[in-house]
C-alpha cells in the first residue's frame, strides 16, 4: 500500500488491540522515523509498551483506550518552525505506519506531557504525540477501512483552494488530498492558492494552539497529492512542483533447497535495495526492468507484472521519482555485479533481508513480494 493509498483510507483510531507492533513493522517503522529524523532535526521517536502518558485519562472527549506505544513529536525549542516541522513530519510518519497495517491518532491535549518529557534533551520542546498500534478496524480489510475514511468530515475544495481557474490537475490532486487532512477539532483553518506564476501559496485562516501543526500535515498531503514538490516553511510558505522522473525494478527471487532467497544489491551509495533504473525513450517498464537486472547483474529474468508496486522518493532537490518494481526469476545468464553503479550483489533470506534494505520504503515492497508469493503457493 502507498502513501497515497493511506490518504484515501486512514481515520483516527482511539480504540487500540493489548498487542505488541510485530517486530519486522517495528523494524521498518524505525527506518521511516529514522530517515525523516536525519531531513529534519527533528527528535523523533518510537516509544513501545508503556501506557503512562494515556493510563490516568478518565472521561473526556478524544480519550484513547489501550495505547501502549506512541511516537514523540518534539525537536529544538529555538526553531522557529517547529510545530509546522512536527507536523509534516509526522504525518508522513503517520502514513508510512497506516501503510504497515498500524492505525494511528494524532494526540495534542488528552495525555500526560509530563510522562513524554524524559524523551527529549536540554533545550528541546515537546509539541505533540502520536498514537499508534495494532487496532480492531485493521481486521475489517480495505473495504471498511475507505468507508469508514468517508464519512469523515471536510471543508470542500472551493473553501480549501483559492484561484481554481486555470489551475492545473496535479493542484486539483492536491487539494483532493488536502481534503483528507486531519487537523484539531477537524477545523482545517487553511488555504491554499494557485498563483499565476505557478507556484502554490499555504496560508492559515485561523489561529489556534495547533494552526501550525496542521499546517505542515496539510502540505504533507498536497506534496502528496500533487505528486512531489518542495515547500519553503511558514504561514505564507510556497510551493514548487518538482520534474518528474521514473525507474523500473524487480524483486528477484529463487528457490533454494525448498528455501526462498532474495537478490539485494548494495549500490555505490551505500544502500542495499534490488536491481533498478531508469526509463529509457519508448521503453516499456517490464522492458526496463528485465533491462536493469542484466546490466547490474548479469543475469536474464522473467517478469511478473502480476506483482507491481511503486516507490515515490527525491533523489535531489527538485526532481521526484517513481520506482516501480516487480516480480522476477532469474532464466540464465552469468551473476556479476555492475562495477560502475553496483559495490556487491547477494542471495538472501526473508528474514535476513528485510534488516538488511535500507529504506522503510523498499522493505515495504519486500514485505509486498514475501505476501505475494506465499500467496501464489497456497493456490
Known amino acids: 500500500m502507498t502513501l497515497s493509498d493511506v490518504v484515501l ?54 480519550v484513547l483506550k489501550g495505547v501502549r506505544n506512541y511516537l514523540v513529536l518534539a525537536g529544538p525549542a529555538a526553531d522557529p518552525d517547529l510545530e509546522e516541522k512536527c507536523g509534516y513530519y509526522g504525518e508522513e510518519l503517520v502514513l508510512a505506519a497506516g501503510a504497515m497495517g498500524l492505525g494511528t491518532c494524532w494526540v495534542g491535549g488528552t495525555y500526560d506531557r509530563e510522562s513524554c518529557l524524559c524523551h527529549l534533551q536540554e533545550g528541546e520542546r515537546l509539541v505533540c504525540v502520536v498514537a499508534v498500534g495494532r487496532t480492531p478496524e485493521e481486521r475489517g480489510g480495505r473495504e471498511k477501512l475507505i468507508a469508514l ?3 469523515r468530515k471536510s471543508k470542500s475544495q472551493s473553501e480549501l483552494a483559492g484561484n481554481l481557474s486555470g489551475a492545473p490537475s496535479w493542484f486539483m490532486s492536491g487539494i483532493a488530498a488536502v481534503q483528507r487532512a486531519p487537523s484539531a477539532w477537524n477545523r482545517q483553518a487553511y488555504r491554499f492558492t494557485w498563483q499565476k506564476d505557478g507556484t502554490v501559496l499555504a496560508q492559515v485562516t485561523g489561529e489556534h494552539e495547533f494552526s501550525m501543526v496542521d499546517l505542515g500535515i496539510a502540505k504533507y498531503h498536497f506534496e502528496l497529492g500533487a ?4 515547500w519553503t516553511w511558514g504561514d505564507g510558505g510556497v510551493f514548487e512542483k518538482a520534474v518528474e522522473e521514473k525507474s523500473c525494478g524487480a524483486v528477484v527471487w529463487r528457490e533454494q ?10 549500490h555505490n551509495g551505500g544502500h542495499w535495495s534490488f536491481p533498478k533504473g531508469h526509463v529509457e525513450a519508448g521503453e516499456k517498464e517490464k522492458d526496463t526492468a528485465r533491462r536493469e537486472i542484466r546490466e547490474e547483474t548479469g543475469l536474464t529474468a522473467e517478469i511478473d507484472t502480476g506483482f507491481r508496486q511503486v516507490v515515490t522518493y527525491y533523489p535531489k532537490p527538485g526532481v521526484v521519482k517513481d520506482v516501480v518494481f516487480f516480480i522476477a526469476v532469474p532464466s540464465g545468464g552469468e551473476e556479476q555485479a555492475q562495477l560502475e553503479e553496483i559495490a556487491e550483489i547477494g542471495w538472501f533470506t526473508f528474514q535476513e533481508a528485510c534488516p538488511l534494505v535500507t529504506f522503510a520504503s523498499d522493505e515495504e515492497v519486500l514485505l509486498a513480494a514475501e505476501h505475494y508469493l506465499e500467496g501464489k503457493r497456497r493456490t
Open 9 to 62: 483510507t486512514r481515520t483516527s483510531q482511539r480504540s487500540y488491540l493489548p498487542d505488541p507492533i510485530p517486530p519486522l513493522q517495528r523494524e521498518e517503522l524505525q527506518k521511516a522515523i529514522d530517515a525523516c529524523r536525519q531531513r529534519s532535526g527533528l527528535r523523533l521517536r518510537l516509544v513501545c509498551d508503556r501506557p503512562e502518558p494515556f493510563a490516568s485519562l478518565r472521561k473526556s472527549y478524544g
Open 149 to 151: 475514511a468517508s464519512k
Open 227 to 230: 505528486h512531489g514538490g518542495q
Open 257 to 266: 533447497e525448498g528455501i526462498r532467497q532474495y537478490l539485494l544489491a548494495r
